[in-house]
């Protein structure tokens, strides 16, 4: 057997139905479309949305919130992450260069540290942005916090 041999199962394959050839075919006249309305016009396309003339769903339900558009969205790392990174690659300071060389950033969005876990050691900490709880960590341990 190989694939010169292969064919669809008996009965699985249907020849494509030709509309608009007729009345004969049985599929002329209105070619499956029904009378009248937007659908059964040449050229139509529905709007995304659109629900019959029904008020659409994105309409009726209540709007809340607001979004400002010069909002900045920080990277945030953790004390952990600092920690973990002071030990293992043995730096006194960490800059944001550091952390994406590392990994744990990607240099596209500004960094933030928070105060989740703990940190032991004395390290210096240069990012974007700290927490007051994060910032008073690094402080305790000995070390410094610088803001870019």
């Known amino acids: 057997m190989d694939l010169s041999n292969l064919h669809p199962a008996v009965g699985s394959v249907r020849p494509k139905t030709r509309i608009g050839r007729g009345a004969g075919s ?6 499956t479309r029904g009378h009248k309305g937007a659908k059964s016009r040449s050229g139509y396309s529905r709007k995304i949305g659109f629900e019959g003339g029904q008020m659409p769903l994105q309409r009726r339900l209540p709007k809340f919130g607001f979004k400002p558009l010069n909002r ?5 790392v953790n004390l952990s992450d600092l920690e973990t990174l002071a030990t293992e690659a043995g730096l006194a300071k960490i800059t944001v260069a550091d952390l994406i ?3 744990i950033v990607n240099g596209k969005q500004p ?6 876990g703990a940190l032991t050691k004395k390290v210096d900490v240069e990012a974007n942005a700290f927490s ?3 910032e008073k960590a690094i402080t ?5 916090v610088t803001k870019l």
């Open 26 to 31: 049985g599929k002329g006249g209105t070619s």
């Open 72 to 76: 900045v969205e920080y990277k945030a």
């Open 101 to 103: 060389a590392a990994g």
């Open 111 to 116: 960094v933030k540290i928070l105060a989740g």
């Open 132 to 134: 007051a709880a994060a």
């Open 140 to 144: 305790e341990a000995g070390g410094t």
